[in-house]
């Protein structure tokens, strides 16, 4: 017998004697696990600390580890208390005056002050790590913070930035304990998390699971939050499982080895609606509609009337239909329809017309001058690279339209690249027409990234100083009514210019079991475990 294996034979021999069995672990709190919950996630996150991470399946499991300062109620929108019972912001947009909750404990006992905040916006805009999506969300905008009191601290801005609020309500700003942060380097405080949540971090095995128990110290959750004293059958226990494979998530919610699913392929979803065991939960995600950029400076789609005859003669009910089994709908806007100041009078625009397509080529010089069946313009092919990531459905849905533009005469060639960083390797070759890339968001200032000449994403290539006047204007007004009006104007022009190729707004298919009550999730997708209950 190895040592390894001696020490776990010896160490189950003492469990044994101590407790009847080996292998179970006494809850926090003296806690007995009565309901559990299995939470089976598509993909690991890479990285489960908040302040580092960049990816969307974190914030599911962050949810539940911390609190934030702030919460948008998921049914009305409105942002309500968290951590911060009131605040208050100055007259020009730059001071946010936070104060905070008495009485909020760590799950390690540190309390919950100004101090703690001020040392988590510290490691928040100082990470190593260049992608995390807490600092890239804050960092250009964030200059500091004054601690008041105790109780009480300033967080102040280098220009009005109107949707902090809603970025501070997000997982990515969970106040973590500065006990445990400190005492364990950036690398290794993912496997050790401290917030004050309704859940404790128990246990992480990566590419196993993540272990959740019951805080049952509890008591100062958001307005939307069950109460803490209803603890009426509430899950004592979260398993989150890792399983990439789509079709071994269908069968473990099929054969109830799982409680609740994650992203399910739309013709796997379809097939569980026979399943009288499981319920489909379409969960709608606000942000970005499923979209190609459209490269705005390489031929041919350096021609407006060429990108606009390729958005015309896409039919995009039928990818709706066929590809997406008629979960999601069709998109019109740079926007998801869920989102603040969606333009609604975008609706309709560039209705499937292949009529108007080939007039629009054939008015701009595209014809087929030597006979092959496609394009050309002066003699030079008409002829348009896709590039896509080999993941998600985007792969589906380009070959769709690969097979649409054949029959318009249009000659295009489809690219799928393994990892986001070889997207981004081909981005800056330009040898590309159209890119399949969208991101989830709250707030329509996620454009900005997208259609200004410094924004990480402008894949379009966009040089417009009346539509980047426009963005600024909205990232600074606070009035409500100002911003519609200007991100109305934003969309229009996006689409105007045909920029890009909106084809559905994004649903992420999950599925859970029958006795799974009270599963609600905000716009981008997170669930409130500490809301869910089990029916017998």
């Not at 805080?215 to 603890?231: A, E, K, R």
């Not at 399983?243 to 071994?248: E, I």
Request: hydrophobic share 40%; glycine share 4%; aromatic share 10%.
């Amino acid at each position: 017998m190895s040592l390894r294996l001696n020490k776990i034979f010896c160490l189950c021999i003492l469990v044994i004697m101590a407790s009847g069995r080996c292998g179970s672990a006494i809850p926090p709190n003296n806690q007995t696990v009565d309901q559990r919950i299995t939470y089976v996630l598509g993909s690991e996150p890479g990285n489960i600390d908040p302040h580092v991470s960049s990816e969307d399946d974190t914030a599911i499991i962050n949810r539940q580890i911390y609190d934030t300062l702030v919460y948008r109620n998921p049914s009305t929108q409105e942002i309500v208390a968290g951590l911060a019972s009131q605040w208050t912001i100055s007259t020009d947009g730059l001071v946010y005056t936070f104060s905070l909750r008495q009485g909020v404990f760590f799950h390690d006992g540190t309390p919950l002050n100004a101090e703690a905040v001020a040392q988590n916006f510290d490691r928040i805009i100082n990470v190593s790590e260049s992608n995390a999506k807490a600092a890239l969300l804050i960092k250009a905008y964030y200059r500091g913070y004054s601690i008041l009191d105790e109780y009480s601290i300033q967080l102040q801005l280098l220009q009005p930035y109107a949707p902090f609020l809603n970025i501070l309500s997000q997982p990515y700003f969970g106040m973590a304990s500065p006990t445990a942060f400190q005492q364990y380097s950036q690398e290794r405080y993912q496997f050790h998390q401290v917030g004050t949540g309704p859940y404790i971090l128990e246990d992480y095995i990566p590419g196993k699971n993540i272990i959740l128990k019951r805080n049952l110290q509890y008591s100062w959750g958001p307005s939307f939050y069950v109460p803490v004293d209803d603890t009426s059958a509430s899950v004592d226990e979260v398993e989150f499982q890792f399983v990439p494979n789509n079709r071994q998530r269908l069968e473990m919610i099929n054969n109830r080895e799982a409680d609740i699913v994650t992203n399910l392929l739309p013709t796997d979803a379809r097939a569980l609606t026979s399943n009288t065991n499981v319920q489909l939960v379409p969960v709608q995600l606000a942000g970005q509609p499923l979209q190609f950029l459209i490269n705005t400076n390489r031929f041919p789609t350096d021609n407006i009337a060429f990108r606009r005859a390729l958005i015309f003669s896409a039919n995009r009910n039928f990818i709706v239909d066929t590809v997406l089994q008629r979960f999601s709908s069709v998109a019109w806007s740079p926007l998801t329809a869920n989102m603040p100041f969606y333009n609604r009078n975008l609706v309709g625009a560039y209705a499937p017309d292949t009529g108007q397509a080939q007039s629009l080529l054939l008015s701009s010089g595209y014809a087929d001058t030597n006979g092959d069946k496609f394009l050309d313009f002066a003699g030079v092919d008409a002829a348009i690279t896709i590039v896509i990531q080999s993941r998600d459905l985007y792969s589906e849905m380009a070959q769709e339209l690969v097979d649409q533009w054949r029959l318009l005469g249009i000659k295009t060639e489809l690219v799928s690249v393994p990892t986001l960083s070889a997207l981004t390797a081909r981005i800056e070759t330009n040898q590309y027409n159209l890119v399949a890339f969208s991101t989830h968001a709250s707030d329509p200032t996620v454009l900005n990234d997208f259609f200004t000449q410094t924004g990480r994403y402008n894949w379009s290539n966009v040089a417009d100083a009346s539509l980047e006047g426009l963005l600024g204007q909205g990232m600074s007004a606070n009035d409500e009514a100002t911003r519609q009006s200007i991100y109305a104007q934003v969309q229009q022009q996006i689409m105007d210019q045909a920029m890009i190729l909106p084809l559905a707004d994004p649903i992420r298919l999950d599925a859970s079991l029958t006795n799974v009550l009270n599963l609600e999730f905000d716009s981008l997708g997170v669930p409130f475990l500490s809301n869910v209950r089990l029916s017998s």
